[in-house]
């Protein structure tokens, strides 16, 4: 999908978190998934294509099922029988993308307004924000847990516009997950899919004015 074009003001930038703020987790979950005895895909296969614990999962962004919960029901499904903490335990090696947070510190520092956009997968008992070590990155937080709405639900996007106290028109938005680009570009916010391409974040530093070429 390619990006949108540039507007004509780029005062907010808006981060989705896991593949944008953090590097893509597949790799971490594969070696996951085989320390517990488990095939390397068992973690994307189960969480992606069983019914079960694709409607869990749904429960789980918008805060209508707790973390433990989510880990209790899940586990034996996963084919496991310890299921204390298991959202934290698989994810226990999560790592920030050193690159776009500095990118996202930079933006800030220039007077651009930053806010992260996410689908929650838990808070408690593990928070993966604070594991992460972005919590204080942003000027606006939107989690879809403690707003009972996830992406790509339109109105999550404008929550997040009105927390900015920005127009659509004036930021961007970065997301890995090409469904969750549409709903913000009929908003009018122009959207940078973070698809590994070596020129993302110099997309980003453009549409925000902070490189050579200006918005």
């Not at 919590?135 to 929550?159: C, M, N, Q």
């Not at 549409?182 to 973070?194: H, K, S, Y």
Request: glycine content about 6%; aromatic content about 6%.
């Amino acid at each position: 999908m390619p990006d949108t074009g540039a507007p004509a003001a780029c005062r907010g930038l808006i981060l989705d978190f896991v593949g944008v703020l953090t590097p893509d987790p597949a790799p971490m979950l594969r070696r996951w998934s085989l320390s517990q005895g488990l095939d390397a895909d068992a973690w994307r296969r189960t969480l992606t294509t069983h019914p079960v614990v694709k409607e869990l999962y749904a429960e789980l962004e918008v805060g209508r099922l707790s973390q433990s919960e989510w880990n209790r029901l899940t586990a034996p499904i996963l084919g496991l029988t310890e299921h204390e903490n298991l959202m934290g335990r698989a994810w226990k090696r999560v790592s920030p993308a050193t690159e776009m947070i500095e990118l996202a510190a930079a933006a800030r520092e220039a007077g651009r307004t930053v806010a992260m956009l996410s689908n929650s997968f838990g808070l408690d008992p593990f928070d993966p924000y604070a594991a992460c070590g972005v919590r204080d990155l942003f000027d606006v937080t939107v989690i879809s847990e403690l707003e009972g709405l996830a992406k790509p639900d339109p109105a999550i996007y404008r929550l997040v516009l009105d927390r900015m106290g920005l127009p659509a028109e004036a930021c961007v938005f970065v997301d890995d997950h090409p469904a969750n680009l549409p709903p913000a570009q009929e908003l009018g916010i122009a959207t940078v899919l973070a698809d590994g391409r070596p020129d993302t974040y110099a997309r980003i530093s453009e549409l925000l004015g902070l490189a050579a070429a200006a918005c």
